[in-house]
């Protein structure tokens, strides 16, 4: 008898308790879309020779593209000349352990200059680098690298870090081998549209 009810007990508990979680889970998805951002996702984009000179332009081509396939809101246009506002690849070293990408907003300031922006700013354009040197350390295959890439951009056209115990994505943190998932289809286009 004490089993039985220890065992309702643990129920009842679980009714409470998965509903929560379910509640946590959903306040989490809605942060992973920045508030600001770029105005549109159909934008220029413009490889720094550095992209060609360490060999990873088919890497951010395949990055772009597919991004690119999940929304007709999303359309990034490589251009030969960083003249205007486009969205800025690199490929860079850092001293920084398992950093292995990185991305900047910069939105136009007062004096008419471009500062860093805040997640919340209208962004004028981003800076998006991958690291050389942690990628060659951690024996990055090409799909990593890929991944790498497209996670970077993903960050460029509005979405946050999906939490590590949250959906398969490829805006978690860490090293993955993963296109946009079903997940980050769903996100870009609540962020952009379909
Ligand atoms: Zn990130």
């Known amino acids: 008898m004490r089993i039985s009810k220890t065992f309702k007990k643990i129920v009842l508990l679980g009714f409470f308790v998965v509903p929560l979680s379910l509640g946590l889970l959903q ?3 809605d942060a992973v879309r920045y ?3 770029r ?3 159909i934008n220029d984009v413009w490889y720094s020779d550095s992209v060609s000179s360490y060999g990873y332009v088919s890497a951010f081509d395949e990055a772009r593209f597919r991004w690119n396939e999940t929304s007709s809101k999303v359309n ?3 251009v030969l000349s960083s003249s205007g506002t486009p969205d800025k690849y690199y490929v ?3 001293s920084i352990p398992y950093r292995f990408g990185y991305y900047t907003p910069y939105k136009l300031s007062s004096s008419g200059g471009y500062v860093e922006a805040n997640h919340s700013d209208t962004w004028a ?3 998006v680098s991958i690291y050389y040197n942690n990628m060659e350390r951690a024996d990055f295959k090409t799909d990593e690298v890929i991944s790498n890439a497209g996670h970077e951009i993903g960050h460029s056209i509005g979405l946050d870090h999906t939490p590590s115990d949250g959906a398969n994505s490829i805006m978690r943190s860490g090293i993955q081998n993963i296109g946009p998932t079903t997940y980050d289809i769903t ?3 609540l962020k952009r549209g379909n």
């Open 125 to 127: 354009f981003s800076n």
């Open 92 to 94: 860079g070293v850092t």
């Open 39 to 41: 105005s549109t996702a």
């Open 35 to 37: 508030s600001g951002g």
């Open 187 to 189: 996100e870009i286009r």
């Open 27 to 29: 306040t989490d998805a």
């Open 76 to 78: 990034l246009k490589r």
